[in-house]
């Protein structure tokens, strides 16, 4: 599987797991929430793509925001 479909599985776990109102149905699609984000990471190592850069960046030690 490419990274996109990766991706785009892990999009559709969480929407399944979002939706989900019976607890067993809820931890089933988690787990499968847990699954595509490890072989998300696991296909970044292998590709040498980096990982999300923060939204919010904080200034290093001794830095200012001003």
């Given at each position: 599987?490419?990274?996109?479909?990766?991706?785009?599985?892990?999009?559709?776990?969480?929407?399944?797991?979002?939706?989900?109102?019976?607890?067993?149905?809820?931890?089933?699609?988690?787990?499968s929430?847990?699954?595509?984000?490890?072989?998300?990471?696991?296909?970044?190592?292998?590709?040498?793509?980096?990982?999300?850069?923060?939204?919010?960046?904080?200034?290093?030690?001794?830095?200012?925001?001003?």
């Amino acid at each position: 599987m490419d990274l996109n479909e990766l991706l785009f599985q892990h999009q559709v776990a969480l929407i399944n797991a979002n939706e989900s109102h019976q607890v067993a149905f809820k931890e089933c699609h988690f787990a499968s929430v847990r699954y595509y984000a490890e072989r998300i990471r696991q296909r970044r190592g292998e590709l040498g793509v980096s990982q999300y850069r923060p939204l919010v960046e904080t200034p290093a030690a001794g830095e200012s925001n001003a």
